[in-house]
Structure formats: C-alpha cells, structure tokens
C-alpha cells in the first residue's frame, strides 16, 4: 500500500522517470480543470457556502455578535438533544452495518451469476431506490401497520405488532428506520459495487481459480480487497446521511399523529430550533455537530483505508 | 343557497350598521382595520385544514369578487407545529403570510399575537363588538391574549359523553351520569359483554378528556408561572380510577383515528357503549370514521366526580379563525371570518361539524341536530348544558402539549405500562416542554 509519491523518494534510481511523472501530472491538472469546473459553483453554492454560513451562525448570537461556544452548551444542554443524538448514533450503527455487509455480499452474489440472473436481480434491487425518499416512506407506513400490510404475518411474528402504534414503539425505530432506509438505499449502492467488481482484471479471477481458489476464496480474498475503496467511500457517504436523518422521522411523527416525538433525530431537533422558536443559532450549532462528526468518521475511514492514494 | 346568500346580507348589514354607529374604532392601535360596510373584493389567501375546507369553497363560490385562494394544510392537528415553522419563514422572508388561517389547535393565538411570531392581527377594529359579543364568554376568554382579541372559535367543543343507546337498551344498561357509576359499569361490561368499550384513551388529546375534566393542574398559569403538577390529587385519581379499565379492554389505549381502531370496534362491529369525547364527535367519528348506522348514537351530559359539584369538563377542540396583521385586504379578511364562523351552515355531507361558537349559529345548528335522524335520541340538551362546564383552569400556553402526552404516556400505555406510573413522566415532560417554550414552572 506504497503511494507512487513514495516510490519516488524510495527508489533513487528511477528519479528520472518520477520527474517526467510529475511533469505529466503537473501538465495534466489544467486539461482536467474544465472537467471539475462545471460541479465547482455548485459545491460552492450549496456545499462551502452553507457551511461557512452554519458556522458563522453557530457562533454568533441574534445579534451578530460573538457567542463562542454558548449556541453549542445550550444545545448540548437542551432536554432533547442526548436522546436525538442516542437516537441517531444507533440508527446510523444498525444501517452502517446492514449496509456495509448486505450490500458487499449481495453485490459480491451477484458478480458470481451467469450475466442474465444477475442482471435481473441488479434490476430488482434497484427498483425500490426509485422510488422517491418521502413516497417510500409512505409506502413503509403502510408495510408497518399490521391491518393492511401485505407482511403482516412477519410483523406479527417477527416485531410482535399487532397494532400501528406497537410497529412504532421508541424502542423499535432506529431498527424500523434502519431497514426503511436500506431497503431504499440499499439496491443503489449494489449496482455501484458491481460496476467496481466489473473493474476488476478477468485474468486475475483466471489466475486464482488455475491457482485452485474456490468462489468463496476468489469473493473474498480477491475481490473484496480490490473494492475496497469503493466500500469506504459508500461508508462515508453513508454516514453523513445516517446522522442527517429527517423525512423518515418527520413523516412518522405526522402519520402518527404526533406518537413519535418531532424532535427524534438531531436534524429534526436543529429544524424546530429554528423554525419553531426561531433561534437560527442554535439550529446551527446543531448542523456544526452534526458536521463535525461527519467529517471525523470521514477522516477516520480515509486515513484507515487509503481512500486517497492514487496507486496501490 | 337561497337562505345562505340572505343570511350573508344579513351580516353585510349588520356590518355596515356596526360601521354607522361609529364603533370607538382606536385609530392608534397597530394592525390592519376593515372599513365596515365596504363590500370585499380583491385577493384572499385562506389556510384551512381538511374539514374548514367546504366552507372555504363554499365562500369562494358565494363571494366571486373575492378572488379567494385555498390552501389546505394539516390544521396543526394533533400538536403540529406546522403553522409555527411557516410563520417563522414568512416573517423571516418578509412576505408570502396568508391572510387568513384556522387551526386546530386552540392554543395557537397566544404564541401568535406573541414574539417572535407576532402574526395574528388584534381583531378589535375587525369584526365590530355586538357581533363579538354573541361568543360566549368562556371562548372570546381563550382568543385573548395580553388583553386583546386575537380570534374568534370556530366552535365549542365540551366533552360529553356519547352513548349507544341502542346497545344500552339492549344490554339493559343505565346511563351513569358520574365517573363512578361509568367506571363500575366497565368493570360489568368487561365480564358481561367482553369486547365492548366505554371509552378510550390513546388519542393525542386523552388528557384534555379525562384530566382536564377533573381539575387536574397540568397547565395553571399562577400569575407569570405556570403550575404543572401531575401529583395533584385531581390528577392521581383520574389514573386509578382509569388503570384497571385499561387493563381490562373496557379502555383501550388506542386512537379512535387509527384503521386498528375503526376495523376492531367500529362499523358492523359496532362496539362502542359508551364514549367521553368532544361535542364534534357525532359527525366526524361515529358517522364518517366509524361508520356506526344512524339510530344508535346520543350524548349525555359530561359526567360529574362523585358528588362535586359544579361538574367541570374538558375541552377537545374549540379551534380559532385568525386574520393575519401583515393582511392587504383586511376587509375581505374580516368578511370572510365573519361569514365562516355566522353564517356558514349548511346541512348534509358539507355539515358544520362542531357545535358553532357564535351563539346564534349554535342555536340553529343545535335546532338542526334536534332533528337529525342520525341520532337515537335528542343529542343537544348535553351539548348545551356542557358548553359552560368547561373547567376554566387549564389555561393555553404557547407550546403544544398533545405531542407530550403521546411520547410519554399513549406508547407507554400501549407497552403496557399504568397510567399512574406515567403521571411523573408526564408531568416532567411537560415541565420540560413549558420551560423550553420561555416558561417559569412551578411543579406543586
């Protein structure tokens, strides 16, 4: 797992062909600008310039004037805060690992198929991912209420729910939450890791099965490694939209009729801050948080997996 | 049709009479003011819930110059703050307030006419004071804050107690007439005639059915404090006496609102004995939710603890019109208010479902109910003998408390939990809730 920059500092010998390396690379980078340049002002609009106006709000009171750290220790303080977070800490710990395993072995499954089967099924995974987030909860609503569900035999038997309200006891959500979100997240993700299955050498797979591997050796030993990058990616990209749970939540609390608190998850929590009573800093202070832990699980899963490494 | 469009000259009249006899209009007072008399017209923007929305159309229809725009939401219903979080957008971008908005939810005018929302319009220089005054005295009381009127309801909503007279009769059952005789009757159905119920209690607003009835003081402003006592003898009595109903099915800790609920003691099923609710259930819950056949259903009047007496109870409802102070056309805005909650009544599918505020709607809609053959006997002396028994105790407040109720106690309930075990949780809940809205709590 050597980096090419370390190679050229490693091995004297071939400085010269690191040199013309970095000359191609430093010739390269304005012929791929004009490629990067069309998502530039979107991530500025809606991503830097977001974040630099959350910040800016954290840490600043109505009146503009600095509050330090005050918006995030009444945050932090607020009777809703530790639940929401708990709840959505738990919530992201069940899917992050539904995802991470599911999605890998099923994609893994797949790859074994003769083409046909496996396009089939590619297709059938990805179908509920097609469906918008806030119409598949809906859908969900209806799964979970043990009257009307086409699977009320297993909420029955397997949740223990003979009414709506048990379906959506405090207890059960972060899984309920969890399954809702992979069953519409999930199928994306598994035409994503197939394509990175696709990218891997056919005569690598040949070598290992001459090699005398068997299709469980060659899943996991072989491929599993090679994808791994794409694995990290999914998991960070994941995470950042666990911790920012809202319609699932938010739709619930309403069909509910209010059974489930509208303060369940931090984002929920950051959104009745601010539209609710009207303090956009605190809200703010909620976002940071919620950003900071993001950005920390994203620089652990980098840092861990050489997400960034150009070669291996 | 006829009589609707007379009915609105009527008022028009009444209007520009008001107008004439130079009712101390405050020039000095903020907010918009309608020039009485003066014949609406112009754009509207109504936001109304689901069941407010015929008599939206239905004055859209009567008033073609009033180019009136719809807008349906969900009414704030069972502690939504959706009217909240819009308003803090519309202040925040300076524009799109509609002019006039119902809600379902009684409190909605104290946080209102309050900072940081400061939305509702004071309705003094809008709807003249002799038609004000035909409100009775206990509803104007809940539209106003610091002082002023800031809505008008667009019904009363008491609890009383719905009975089913039919199975009554056919059990050979009396109609208690206090909490005692109901409980003990539950206990007697719940051997007879397992399966039936007398009431329930897994609605977002349970506790303004049985508690706020029976004085218990979980909203009390005390001067600028607000007493939350869940331990109060009001209170614990309440839950004891409940607990054993819950437990055996008399009682169930379930939504009248659900499928669950509809399929097990609704329609042919037909299991509802007896039912504390509010005055608009007959239309909105036995006839089009629970589908129960006419000739069955009559109300009683809300039930007494022992032998206190005045007997108080509670209220489920009782939701406000209110007019906007960012309004461009508050002539039309106050027509249209005006014309809602006097004139409007209509009878069949499009019927008022509640009990009208303004009093001399109330005695015609009452008149209507009297001969409404979907009632086994006459519902409106109940309805009218409750109307004053709401207990004055339980004040508004600026926070929803449905939403409380329903985390701490309903899915406790239904995990099988007692009540009276859940009235601490309930009431440091609530606490919690009241002090994050800006109040100073007072626990005993």
Not at chain 2, 123 to 145: F, H, M, R
Request: a neutral charge.
């Amino acid at each position: 797992m050597r980096s090419s920059e370390s190679d050229e500092v490693s091995a004297p010998a071939a400085t010269a062909a690191g040199a013309r390396a970095v000359q191609v690379r430093g010739r390269r980078a304005p012929r791929t600008f004009p490629f990067v340049l069309p998502y530039l002002p979107f991530l500025f609009l809606f991503g830097i310039f977001p974040m630099i106006y959350a910040a800016t709000l954290a840490f600043t009171n109505d009146t503009g004037a600095w509050a330090g750290f005050g918006n995030f220790e009444r945050t932090f303080t607020d009777y809703r805060f530790v639940p929401a977070l708990l709840h959505i800490l738990l919530y992201t710990g069940v899917w992050l690992s539904l995802l991470l395993v599911l999605v890998v072995g099923l994609a893994l499954l797949l790859h074994g198929r003769a083409n046909r089967v496996s396009t089939t099924y590619r297709f059938l995974f990805y179908l509920p991912g097609a469906l918008a987030g806030a119409a598949s909860v809906l859908v969900w609503l209806f799964m979970l209420d043990p009257s009307v569900s086409p699977g009320s035999f297993l909420l029955r038997n397997v949740l223990g729910s003979h009414l709506f309200v048990e379906s959506i006891a405090p207890g059960k959500l972060p899984f309920i939450f969890a399954m809702i979100a992979f069953w519409t997240g999930a199928g994306g993700w598994i035409v994503v890791m197939y394509g990175a299955l696709n990218t891997i050498p056919h005569d690598l797979e040949e070598a290992a099965r001459i090699d005398g591997a068997g299709p469980v050796t060659i899943a996991l030993r072989l491929k599993l490694p090679l994808i791994r990058k794409w694995v990290a990616y999914m998991a960070i990209l994941s995470f950042a939209t666990g911790t920012q749970l809202f319609v699932e939540p938010q739709l619930v609390n309403q069909a509910s009729l209010g059974l489930v608190p509208d303060t369940w998850s931090s984002n929920q929590l950051a959104y009745q801050m601010a539209f609710r009573y009207g303090d956009f800093n605190a809200a703010a202070a909620i976002a940071v948080d919620l950003l900071a832990i993001g950005l920390f699980a994203a620089v652990l899963v980098v840092t861990r997996t050489g997400l960034f490494r150009a070669e291996d | 049709m006829m009589q609707r469009s007379l009915l609105s000259a009527v008022v028009v009249s009444m209007l520009a009479l008001a107008g004439c006899g130079g009712d101390s209009a405050d020039d000095s007072a903020k907010g918009p003011t309608a020039s009485p008399g003066a014949s609406a017209s112009g754009k509207l923007t109504v936001w109304v819930d689901a069941a407010r929305l015929p008599v939206a159309q239905a004055y859209a229809k009567e008033h073609a110059n009033v180019k009136t725009d719809i807008v349906t939401f969900d009414g704030d219903g069972n502690g939504a703050t959706t009217l909240q979080t819009k308003i803090q957008l519309w202040n925040r971008t300076g524009k799109g307030w509609p002019d006039v908005v119902f809600s379902e939810q009684v409190n909605d005018p104290v946080w209102m006419a309050r900072k940081p929302f400061e939305f509702a319009a004071p309705l003094e220089d809008l709807i003249p004071k002799n038609l004000v005054s035909d409100w009775p005295e206990a509803s104007t009381a809940q539209c106003t804050v610091d002082g002023k009127l800031y809505c008008v309801q667009d019904n009363v909503a008491p609890v009383v107690l719905w009975v089913n007279k039919k199975l009554m009769d056919q059990f050979g059952y009396a109609v208690p007439t206090t909490w005692q005789e109901w409980a003990s009757l539950a206990q007697k159905v719940a051997k007879e005639h397992p399966g039936y119920i007398v009431g329930n209690v897994g609605d977002s607003y349970g506790h303004w059915i049985y508690f706020w009835g029976n004085q218990c003081p979980l909203e009390q402003l005390k001067d600028d404090r607000l007493l939350i006592n869940s331990a109060d003898e009001h209170c614990t009595r309440v839950a004891s006496m409940l607990d054993p109903l819950i437990k055996n099915g008399t009682v169930p800790p379930l939504s009248v609102f659900t499928p669950d609920f509809a399929k097990k003691y609704g329609g042919a099923n037909d299991k509802v004995l007896l039912m504390p609710g509010p005055s608009w259930y007959a239309q909105a819950l036995f006839d089009q939710t629970l589908h129960i056949p006419a000739g069955q259903i009559t109300a009683a009047p809300p039930l007494q603890w022992e032998n206190e007496s005045p007997t108080t109870t509670g209220q489920v409802g009782g939701g406000p019109w209110i007019i906007s102070k960012h309004t461009a056309n508050p002539t039309a805005a106050a027509d249209f208010v005006v014309w809602a909650t006097t004139v409007f009544n209509p009878s069949g599918a499009d019927a008022r479902p509640g009990l009208p505020a303004y009093a001399p709607l109330a005695a015609k809609w009452l008149q209507m109910q009297a001969e409404n053959p979907y009632f086994a006997a006459d519902p409106t002396p109940a309805l009218k003998t409750s109307t004053s028994q709401i207990w004055q105790g339980w004040h508004l407040v600026t926070y929803p408390d449905q939403p409380v109720w329903s985390n701490t106690v309903v899915t406790q309930l239904v995990a099988g939990k007692d009540l009276s075990s859940l009235l601490k949780p309930l009431g440091d809940a609530l606490a919690q809730a009241a002090q994050a809205a800006g109040y100073a709590v007072i626990r005993e």
